[in-house]
């Protein structure tokens, strides 16, 4: 089974600074990440997935995150921020059991609040 | 090309009655996920669905709750005889068969039981 570990439930920042949501995972086998968004009231959006290949990812809205295997880590990050950035940030994990596609292990998520 | 599309948005039920949740995946779609949101909680799945075979259970509760994905039709996730713990907002995702690990998410119904 794997788990995700989101650090820190709130994180506030001022606008146009720059902000990191931290995610780490656990797991036995290889695994799959995503990030999602999630504005009030409204589904999750897929901010940036990591499959295969290169470890760092770009998303939409400008954000990106990095693979680290070896720390076991996929955060989330964007050089400047904006008002419309104020939402609920999920990490995601899906195993590689290699029978099929799993359902996601989420985080608990990280609710980024921008001060201006 | 229209998103996942759930309905209702919101379904009030009182304890005892049956809530059914419906889900039409993205055109071309051919996997469908169903996960539940608790306040204060992240999301947790529940099932993963092809047409007519559910692949993963491991998520639903034993009792009250199924899942279904027919040949025709959008997916139900169907809930009898609510209780007031079953008050959640659930959420499905579908993925294209090419792509099966990239979940896209509807609205999401958000179940408020009296």
């Known amino acids: 089974a794997q788990s995700v570990t989101q650090l820190d439930s709130q994180v506030p920042v001022f606008e146009e600074a720059p902000v990191e949501l931290r995610c780490n995972y656990s797991s036995s086998v290889s695994v799959y990440l995503f990030w999602y968004v999630q504005y009030p009231n409204q589904g999750l959006q897929l901010l940036l997935k990591?499959?295969?290949?290169?470890?760092l990812v770009k998303g939409i809205n400008g954000f990106e995150a990095e693979f680290n295997k070896s720390q076991t880590s996929f955060h989330l990050r964007k050089p400047s921020v904006h008002i419309s950035d104020t939402a609920e940030y999920f990490c995601?994990?899906?195993?590689?059991?290699?029978?099929?596609?799993?359902?996601?292990?989420f985080g608990k998520g990280t609710h980024l609040i921008i001060q201006p | 090309n229209a998103g996942v599309m759930q309905n209702p948005r919101h379904l009030v039920r009182r304890r005892g009655q049956e809530a059914r949740l419906r889900c039409s995946p993205m055109?071309?779609?051919?996997?469908v996920y169903w996960y539940r949101q608790l306040p204060e909680e992240g999301l947790k799945f529940m099932v993963y669905l092809q047409k007519e075979n559910i692949i993963d259970e491991s998520g639903m509760p034993k009792e009250r709750f199924s899942a279904e994905f027919p040949k025709e039709g959008p997916s139900i996730l169907r809930i009898q005889q609510v209780v007031r713990g079953d008050s959640a907002a659930y959420f499905c995702a579908s993925s294209p068969r090419d792509s099966p690990r990239v979940g896209y998410f509807g609205a999401g119904t958000r179940l408020s039981v009296l």
């Open positions: 055109k071309g779609h051919s996997h």
């Open positions: 995601a994990v899906s195993a590689d059991s290699g029978g099929g596609a799993d359902g996601l292990t």
């Open positions: 990591y499959l295969s290949g290169s470890t």
